[in-house]
């Protein structure tokens, strides 16, 4: 297997035996996203760049973005489609290349217009998807995401016409951002690279967020790679970590932890990139001295961390997102309008969603030892797989207990650990 561009970077540092890091920083200044492309180039480790986009290009209002940009007004990220396509390459200017390739991250629903400005400008990576950039937090329909989406991804393919190789990302394993079981994080993230694999793309990389508990994260990361064996023959694939993505911990010290045992999952694992969070991430958006801090932590942590060999077999997590994969592909050829109706029969229900278009009949909770586990599977083709009589009533209190797990976890024990660790503000 082979592909040029983003997925080739991050596959020559995976066999050289380096893990990719990767900040998620967008400016709306042009000169502080360069200045931020070129700390991140500079930074020890083996990193990509990043462009995050505007919150207004993100829900495809260009009308705000570029007003914006003509008051002088800051955003938080950078509004490639509302930038004219000079400025944007002279932000990228001597520094993308494939010594150093930039991914563009933006979180919408509708990103047929971000898609062009990628073409425009010559960029050829990016993240998202159709179920992933919708629920929970989107504001239309998911059939009107899923069409957006094979639009887009059938317009990013073409570039494989020019001889050169687009990468997509799955944002899948990252739903909900907490409380969502890794077996469903897992499962989505395999169909959305499916998704992206069946509308031309060849170079995909799937995503899974650091959860609540160590040995339930390396069960899902070698679940995901497992589907993404089976189910991307001939396809260039790597996996791709987050830090986790729900309330994180205040204190640097219990920020560097968590960033840490995240580099060690994706290390351990053998998993080839990770998405990195930094000690500011629970107060503001983090300066780019921050971002370049956090990639110098995780490279190094990684570095020390020794492979984990997968104990093989048919662990439980794999189990259930295998089996919720193989209902949804049961229901349609086509991976969009499977998921759709997926989603229509609750094969497919995100705990705690609350978007129209989620059936909302699942609930997850955290058990005494921090793992992630259903409280009621719902509608989920998961009778036979899950323990029957797991289904249990989760209170308020319990969840709001849930949601904050690991900030008191981690914060806790910079606490414990002394005054020099626990400074308030979660800024170093």
Not at 149 to 176: A, D, I, K, N
Not at 382 to 406: C, D, F, M, N, W
Request: one cysteine or more; charged letters at 20%; aromatic letters at 6%.
């Amino acid at each position: 297997m082979s592909g040029g561009g983003f997925g080739s970077y991050v596959r020559r540092a995976h066999l050289a035996g380096d893990l990719v890091v990767q900040p998620r920083m967008g400016m709306s200044d042009p000169a502080l996203m360069r200045a931020g492309l070129l700390a991140t180039k500079a930074a020890a480790g083996r990193t990509v760049g990043t462009v995050t986009l505007d919150s207004y290009t993100r829900v495809n209002d260009l009308e705000s973005a570029g007003l914006a940009l003509l008051e002088g007004v800051p955003l938080n990220g950078y509004p490639i489609v509302s930038h004219d396509l000079e400025t944007t390459r002279r932000v990228l200017d001597g520094i993308h290349g494939p010594d150093f390739p930039v991914q563009v991250r933006h979180g919408s629903a509708a990103p047929l217009d971000i898609f062009r400005a990628l073409l425009r400008v010559g960029l050829d990576a990016s993240e998202g998807g159709p179920v992933s950039y919708c629920l929970p937090y989107g504001r239309i329909p998911l059939r009107e995401s899923v069409r957006n989406w094979s639009r887009s991804c059938e317009l990013f393919s073409r570039l494989r016409e020019l001889g050169r190789e687009p990468h997509l990302e799955t944002f899948g394993g990252c739903m909900l951002g907490q409380l969502c079981p890794p077996s469903q994080l897992v499962a989505i993230s395999a169909l959305e690279a499916l998704f992206f694999h069946q509308h031309g793309l060849r170079s995909i990389s799937a995503s899974y967020a650091q959860q609540t508990h160590r040995e339930q994260d390396l069960e899902a990361v070698f679940a995901l790679r497992r589907l993404c064996a089976e189910l991307l023959p001939g396809t260039d694939w790597h996996v791709v970590v987050y830090a986790y993505m729900g309330v994180y911990p205040t204190t640097p010290h219990g920020a560097l932890a968590l960033l840490g045992e995240a580099a060690e999952l994706a290390a351990a694992t053998g998993s080839e990139r990770l998405i990195v969070k930094t000690v500011a991430e629970s107060v503001r958006i983090p300066t780019v001295a921050e971002n370049v801090a956090a990639l110098e932590h995780a490279a190094a942590r990684a570095a020390r961390t020794e492979r984990v060999a997968d104990g093989g077999g048919d662990s439980q997590t794999y189990a259930e997102a295998a089996a919720l994969v193989s209902a949804v592909l049961n229901l349609d050829p086509d991976v969009g309008r499977a998921m759709l109706l997926a989603f229509q029969r609750g094969y497919l229900d995100i705990p705690y969603c609350l978007h129209p278009d989620n059936q909302g009949r699942t609930r997850s909770y955290l058990d005494g030892e921090g793992r992630l586990r259903w409280a009621d599977i719902g509608r989920l083709p998961l009778a036979g797989v899950v323990e029957a009589g797991e289904s249990r009533t989760v209170s308020s209190g319990e969840l709001l207990g849930a949601l904050s797990h690991i900030r008191w976890k981690y914060d806790d024990g910079a606490i414990a650990a002394g005054p020099g660790h626990a400074l308030a503000g979660g800024a170093a």
